[in-house]
């Protein structure tokens, strides 16, 4: 057993692991990752393999589901191991499989706010619990996972998150009449559903006996839709404060914005779903397209996906400029996501719309994040098409930081089709704009960009020269991206030039950073490139073990054209 566990496994908002509140890893719904979530939200208690079985593959023979079942184990300890944590996080004792109840979890930490709840007596302890709860329930329990099981718990815990934000609420009201706070639990809540969080057997879990979700209990007073006074002026503050950002997030002042509004996020969710709640959508709908940018390599973009489709459920469709830009930052977020059916549905919509109103700034990055799609899917000429109208009409704006953007994404289409002169031209322009405006992180970025320019027209030393250049800028500008694609790509030169331990250092770096922002693609294409070096190194098993990972990851991104490499002859 462990005596002090490091790493805390979060379920709730976005699956994640954390070391010191530090985000390291962000999983995603694999199956052994399914398997993982699953022995979270059961708390540590031990559960039989056949049922772990059926939950995993529903309708499957039993026989069939536990064989995939052991397969899949392995799997999830071969990837636990990758990521630094020991054998025994996951135990497998006689037929029962468990997660190490020493392991911290975010079930634990709710549930031990769940069992404060039912205790509360105090009124003037209401708000920090109630905060608290918030913290940890985030947008719920896996928000993104369709599985019969996982819908079924998230509903569950959200029935006792609203039981328990009643709970606090009625100790007030009562302390307000001037009656007597007994501690009672909200109607309809047993205490199995309120759970101590050490106690493992007493955590949430798949027990025969556990009580239904049902409806949701009343709450005790009759409320609206938020007890908080004057969120409808602090929302209405916070759309002036994002709708201003919006308009230099792109641009040197980036990093500054994200700063601002990181600082203030909590509180501007919060109000947006209050505003939700109250059906107060229009402000809603303008702050939502106006914030959507800073969930762009956002460590929880999954987390502002989430919050984007929410609000763009709620608005009626049309060919207004405010919903117009809802659907078209929901279509970037699920670009980044990689979910590109979804992303080109919905800004071809936005797209529409900005023909119709006449946006030329706006139908030019739509034309922008369509090429960028295009490119994905390797319809190269399609995409080169897409990014010549962006650049068209960007050039007639006075819009200098994304035209920098839109060269760079034509340069890079450019260079998929091997016209590096070309690709060269592009990224120079770029590269003029963004010294122009001192733009710390265009400028290393677009140098990492040309040095893989140089590296495929032959000139090395310049290519390493302008790597090393933008790696010192990135010490000192906040693009976690852009810095974790340049250790890549100087693990690259480092390889070429024979300096193997300095590549593998390189990549090892680079695969954390990427990890660290969910970035798997990244993670993917840094797992490809060290398989070669690992090869170099003489370490095959490591080198396919490496490989594996690459092709995994672009398989769950449904990268048809990686998954062709990687079927290919790994380098001998």
Not at 103 to 109: E, H, L, N, R, S
Not at 128 to 148: N, Q
Not at 242 to 256: C, D, H
Not at 461 to 477: F, G, S, T
Request: include cysteine.
């Amino acid at each position: 057993m462990l005596d002090r566990y490091p790493w805390r496994i979060c379920v709730f908002d976005t699956y994640r692991v954390e070391v010191e509140g530090r985000v390291t890893h962000r999983f995603e719904n694999r199956r052994q990752e399914a398997l993982l979530a699953l022995l979270v939200v059961h708390g540590g208690a031990a559960v039989a393999r056949s049922e772990i079985a059926a939950e995993l593959w529903p309708g499957k023979p039993e026989a069939l589901a536990t064989n995939r079942l052991t397969e899949v184990l392995v799997r999830l300890r071969r990837m636990l191991a990758e990521l630094g944590m020991p054998e025994e996080t996951v135990l497998s004792p006689r037929g029962v499989i468990q997660l190490n109840p020493s392991i911290a979890t975010d079930v634990q930490a709710h549930a031990a706010l769940l069992a404060r709840a039912g205790d509360l007596r105090e009124p003037s302890q209401a708000p920090a619990l109630r905060a608290s709860l918030a913290e940890v329930y985030g947008i719920g329990l896996l928000p993104l996972f369709t599985d019969e099981w996982a819908v079924r718990e998230r509903r569950r815990f959200a029935a006792l998150q609203a039981a328990a934000l009643r709970q606090t609420e009625s100790v007030v009201e009562l302390a307000f009449a001037g009656q007597a706070v007994t501690s009672r639990a909200p109607a309809g809540w047993s205490t199995a559903d309120r759970p101590p969080a050490i106690d493992a057997d007493r955590l949430p879990s798949y027990a025969k006996d556990r009580p239904d979700i049902g409806p949701a209990p009343p709450p005790a007073v009759a409320e609206p839709p938020s007890r908080a006074p004057g969120w409808r002026d602090r929302l209405t503050g916070y759309v002036t404060l994002v709708e201003e950002a919006s308009l230099e997030i792109w641009g040197p002042e980036r990093e500054r914005w994200l700063r601002v509004i990181e600082a203030n996020l909590t509180a501007i969710l919060e109000c947006m779903e209050l505003g939700l709640a109250a059906e107060e959508l229009d402000p809603v709908a303008r702050l939502a397209g106006a914030i959507w940018p800073i969930w762009v390599d956002h460590p929880q973009v999954d987390r502002g996906r989430v919050c984007m489709d929410r609000v763009l459920l709620a608005l009626k469709p049309g060919t207004s400029a405010v919903y117009a830009k809802v659907l078209h930052g929901s279509g970037i977020l699920a670009l980044q996501q990689d979910d590109l059916g979804i992303a080109r549905e919905r800004l071809e919509s936005a797209l529409r719309i900005w023909q119709t109103i006449g946006n030329r700034e706006w139908l030019a990055r739509a034309l922008g994040s369509l090429g960028v799609i295009a490119f994905r899917e390797r319809d190269l000429t399609r995409s080169a098409e897409w990014h010549a109208e962006s650049l068209t009409l960007l050039r007639g704006l006075n819009r200098s930081a994304l035209t920098a953007i839109a060269l760079k994404n034509a340069a890079l289409t450019e260079m998929a089709l091997g016209r590096y002169p070309s690709a060269e031209t592009l990224l120079d322009e770029a590269l003029q704009i963004a010294i122009a405006s001192e733009d710390g992180a265009a400028i290393a970025s677009l140098r990492v960009d040309l040095s893989t320019v140089y590296q495929n027209l032959g000139r090395w030393p310049e290519a390493r020269a302008l790597a090393k250049q933008a790696l010192e800028i990135y010490q000192d500008v906040a693009d976690p991206a852009g810095h974790a694609y340049c250790l890549e790509v100087c693990g690259y030169l480092a390889h070429q030039a024979g300096e193997l331990d300095a590549a593998l250092e390189h990549f090892r770096q680079s695969e954390l950073a990427f990890r660290a922002i969910g970035h798997m693609r990244g993670v993917a294409e840094v797992s490809f490139y060290r398989s070669a070096l690992l090869q170099d190194l003489g370490d095959a098993e490591a080198a396919e073990r490496s490989r594996a990972m690459s092709r995994d990851l672009y398989r769950a991104l449904h990268d048809a054209h990686w998954q062709r490499v990687l079927e290919g002859p790994a380098k001998a």
